[in-house]
Nanobody, 125 residues
């Protein structure tokens, strides 16, 4: 079992920055690819970014490329999402997810084994 706890959400003005954190406990964190998803009101939950357990390989949705950066610290069992140049359309609940991916380069989190409870990000225009 892996427990995921997100933090770092909040209210920020457009153009501002936030850093989300997701702390994992339980099974071996380094065997899991990690992803950040978001869900805005009335919309589906979509992947924003993902990272392999090694940290070598990453994925970003087109809408956040060049603005968001995903990273992880396996020694601290934590994955981060640095969000810069935030826009009103980034407003959503952000979720952390983990999927067992023992290969070092695989970042796909298409069927997560575990989810966090979510953290609200609100960007005012």
């Amino acid at each position: 079992q892996v427990q995921l706890v997100e933090s770092g959400g909040g209210l920020v003005q457009a153009g501002g920055s936030l850093r989300l954190s997701c702390a994992a406990s339980g099974r071996t964190f380094s065997s899991y690819a990690m992803g950040w998803f978001r869900q805005a009101p009335g919309k589906e939950r979509d992947v924003v970014a993902a990272i392999s357990w090694s940290g070598r390989n990453t994925y970003y949705a087109d809408s956040v490329k060049g603005r968001f950066t995903i990273s992880r610290d396996n020694a601290k069992n934590t994955v981060y999402l640095q969000m810069n140049s935030l826009k009103a359309e980034d407003t959503a609940i952000y979720y952390c997810a983990a999927q067992f991916r023992p290969l070092a380069y695989t970042y796909d989190v298409d069927s997560p084994n575990y989810w966090g409870q979510g953290t609200q990000v609100t960007v005012s225009s």
